[in-house]
């Protein structure tokens, strides 16, 4: 199921509908976009006390939306998916269902102005070498997460070229800030710590992009309204790569906690993913503010009380 609020909205404010309110971004997101006068309508598959049926289960239509919510619908970022990073059998009839009628829902909104699709750097190939990663870039979608993903981007496109639907994808590296997101590599190792358990590191280096949940939401309030965002595939990272040994080694030693192993297995392979931001850069005029090298001592610090 899905629902969504619709207190109090203003006959002449902005208004924004999130599908998947309830995930780490969407929340971070509601909250800014509040800051930033426009009103915004929570939806999630989640029951929540208090909230409006928007969608069935079987996700066959959108149709039951009140027509007065309608009417306020400026933008619609979708960040909600039906899976997992890890599965990787694709039900593909239920998300190219819920994707066509999605787009198909969004199309008869009359003041619509964008739809941003949140997709991930994970679709892509990862780089042998410190190349930064461009939109243009070889994916690998092997798992269904990634399918899913891919999907979304291909109908979207479909739906802006012949639908003239303003939508733009984002494919962000990986989001972080404070509280820190569950099931991410600095959340587990605070975590271990924590329960005094042994750390892994990999035999060879990986390296990640990481962005801060600020600086995301700051990109997608600034991609909102120009019209030389529509139609177009966007990398949103930092554009700075940190080595996941280095990161963990240095929350270890900061803490003085020495339980680290190196895993025994040598058919490990390099791992890069650092993203060229160039693109988002140029096109309106935004670049991170927060950069992890400074940002973890303050994650160190807040972290350090629950221990």
């Not at 239920?94 to 008869?108: L, P």
């Not at 990986?206 to 700051?218: E, G, M, Q």
């Amino acid at each position: 199921m899905t629902y969504i609020t619709s207190n109090n909205i203003k006959e002449k404010q902005e208004c924004a509908l999130i599908i998947g309110a309830t995930g780490y971004l969407g929340k971070k997101l509601a909250i800014y976009l509040n800051n930033k006068k426009i009103k915004v309508i929570k939806s999630s598959r989640k029951k929540i006390k208090n909230y409006l049926n928007i969608i069935p289960h079987n996700i066959k239509t959108f149709d039951n939306i009140n027509p007065k919510i309608k009417k306020k619908i400026n933008y619609i970022f979708y960040l909600g998916t039906n899976s997992n990073s890890q599965q990787k059998k694709i039900n593909f009839i239920k998300s190219f269902t819920e994707f066509k009628n999605f787009f198909n829902f969004a199309k008869e909104l009359q003041f619509l102005k964008k739809i941003v699709f949140i997709s991930s750097s994970i679709i892509y190939k990862s780089k042998r070498n410190k190349n930064k990663i461009s939109e243009l870039d070889a994916l690998n979608i092997n798992t269904f997460y990634k399918q899913e993903k891919f999907l979304g981007e291909v109908m979207g496109l479909f739906f802006h070229r012949f639908h003239r639907l303003p939508i733009a994808i984002i494919r962000f590296s990986n989001l972080y800030g404070l509280p820190l997101k569950q099931n991410t590599v600095m959340y587990d190792v605070f975590k271990k710590i924590k329960d005094k358990k042994k750390i892994f590191l990999d035999r060879i280096s990986n390296i990640k992009d990481f962005l801060h949940v600020d600086d995301a939401c700051s990109a997608l309030f600034k991609i909102l309204r120009p019209s030389s965002t529509s139609g177009k595939i966007f990398n949103i990272g930092s554009g700075v790569g940190t080595d996941i040994n280095f990161l963990i080694r240095f929350i270890a030693k900061s803490l003085c906690y020495d339980n680290l192993f190196i895993k025994n297995n040598t058919k490990l392979k390099k791992n890069i993913y650092i993203l060229n931001i160039n693109k988002i850069k140029k096109t309106i005029n935004w670049k991170p503010s927060i950069y992890l090298k400074k940002e973890i001592i303050n994650i160190i610090k807040y972290e350090k009380k629950f221990l």
